[in-house]
């Protein structure tokens, strides 16, 4: 059974976004133990890509440091096993079709799911092109996280009618980065999602301060950050982990202070 | 469900962020509408033909045809074009559905800048803001061309993520309209990216193939044996052969950017080294590692440095209707200076990839067969760089 869920379950749900490899996977490691001891309910494990056309400059970066690195996609496999011999909040891997597509799909998925991932968040496979992925993610238990975006208006209810996890609800236009404002009619959107799914919803991209965070929670079941996470990374290399815990402690209180 | 429309065999589709959909829905909408509009296609007619030069010339090119000493070489001289490329023919296209769209800006990629330039003049002619996305390694390559944009009222930027070059430009013209959709259209440059721009740009473009096919019919009273043209993402051979593909006796041949030879990691050469992925909103041939990252591609030519392909060629290649072939640095190279010196046409570097292939087939045929080269635009701006691939060190 897919446990997904269990992550939303005590209330709203804090969900921090780590690039693998950036700097190194040992750090990977550690910065992924240090977030779940300090309240994170779901971590999104971005395998990088040369070329993520949904990223903007800070996550674009991690990428390449990754990739600078030598990490792979079955090095990658490699630390979600470690990772699972303890950790049991659910994992959910955040990359790019072709990844996946040139891994081959059903070897990918496969091997997610023996290594104990729970989701796959695909932002450049939008709800028509799911088929390419759905019929594997589901035979082996991986439930495929579809996203909304401000500019989804009609799509939204069909989107989250046929959505597997949870859905990812995307706060602005453009990629992803950290922003000062967030002026998309969050709560008009999450209003329809209800309509059409139980699923829980968590809101992503621009998120950075506990103010923010606590803003998106009162709306959502969930807030994901994953640019000012990063942005820990790059300053503190391999020392990040305690930065990361630190930074994930304050923003998990201040998404629960949202549900209370 | 995939748009069945947006699918050539397995290949096309729309990968691309939820953010996008709505305005390629949008965008597809409104291609179904005007084109089948009377008063969009003569708007659009007028200014292919008073405004670019349409149609452009079929030249029997006799010196070359003497001095090979096979098949009759007719040149499609799409350098003759204003703004000295075929990009102009797509471009007026799009440029002329935004604005009815009620769209304000354009946005583009550009490789060698010729897509750039001619959006720019687009952008200009019918009022429209520009911004063009570069790579920066290109704008250093191609200096004249950004200072062409430039004057045309467009804004350059320079692309410094990635390598440095056309894909890179591709991803940040792609992450710009994910910011900005309400005004502004992406004026995509080749027969790639997600559904509808394959069609879109294809059917633009197809006035190459529907020219060729006319105007060979008048002078020699037959459709051609082989028609030649030169691949990056593939629009003017997607072009030059769209009316030919029912035809099955005509050849299709694109001639790919083999670099320094597809034995090296410096190729752009996609069909020959690359294998099926998804990228850039499509699933197509690209040059990737085994673990799907996409390759640092290379090729004199900024306008073939790119690591996919079209997923229409990539259909044609496995349905072997067309075949693609690897064309190097050096033999591209020859080949511009050839064509200089034979017919006094110096085209640009990409079509001389084209030349360069047709020098090898057309001695190999009978003398009443007839090869049609499609010279995609003109070499002015790779003059500079040629010269110092030669050893000469002149800066423009």
Known sequence: MNKIRNAFADGKAFIPFIT????????????????VENGADLIELGIPFSDPTAEGPVIQAANVRALAGGVTTDRIFDLVRSLRRDITVPLVFMTYANVVYSYGAEKFIRTAQETGIDGLILPDVPFEEREEFLPLCR????????????????????????????????????VTGVRSEITTDLAAILRVVRQHTTLPAAIGFGISTPKQAEEMAALADGVIVGSAIIRLLEKHGPDAPRFVGEYVKAMKEAAVAAGQ | ????????????????????????????????RYREDAAFNAELSYLFNEYAGRPSRLYYAAKMTRDLGGAKIYLKREDLNHTGSHKINNVLGQALLAKKMGKTRL??????????VATATAAALLDMECVVFMGEEDTVRQA?????????????????SGTGTLKDAVSEAMREWTSRIQDTHYCLGSVMGPHPFPTIVRDFQAAISREIKAQLREKEGRLPDAVIACVGGGSNAMGSFYHFLKDESVQLIGCEA????????????????????????????????????????????AGLDYPGIGPEHAHLHDTGRARYVPVTDDEAVDAFEYLSRTEGIVAAIESAHAVAYARKLAPSLAKDKIVVITISGRGDKDCAAIARYRGEDIHE
């Not at chain 1, 693998?20 to 977030?35: F, H, S």
């Not at chain 2, 004249?144 to 410094?160: E, H, P, Q, S």
């Open chain 2, 144 to 160: 004249l061309n950004v200072y062409r944009m430039r004057l045309l009222g467009a804004r350059v930027i320079a692309v410094r």
């Open chain 2, 258 to 301: 083999a670099g320094r030879g597809i034995g090296t990691f410096e190729t752009a050469a996609t069909i020959s080294t690359g294998r099926v992925g998804i990228f850039h909103g499509m699933k197509s041939y690209f040059c990737q590692d085994a673990y799907g990252q996409i390759a640092p591609v290379y090729s004199i030519s």
């Open chain 1, 139 to 174: 035979r082996y238990d991986i439930s495929l996280i579809s996203m909304i975006a401000p500019t989804s208006a009609q799509r939204i209810a069909q989107i989250a009618a046929a959505a597997e996890g949870f859905l990812y609800v995307v706060s602005s236009l453009g």
């Open chain 2, 107 to 116: 946005i583009a990629e550009t490789g060698a800048g010729q897509h750039g």
């Open chain 2, 1 to 32: 469900m995939s748009n069945p429309d947006g699918r050539f065999g397995p290949y096309g589709g729309q990968y691309v962020p939820e953010t996008l959909m709505n305005a390629l829905i949008e965008l597809e909408e409104a291609y179904r």
């Open chain 1, 20 to 35: 693998c490899g950036d700097p190194d996977l040992e750090t990977t490691e550690r910065v992924v133990r240090a977030a």
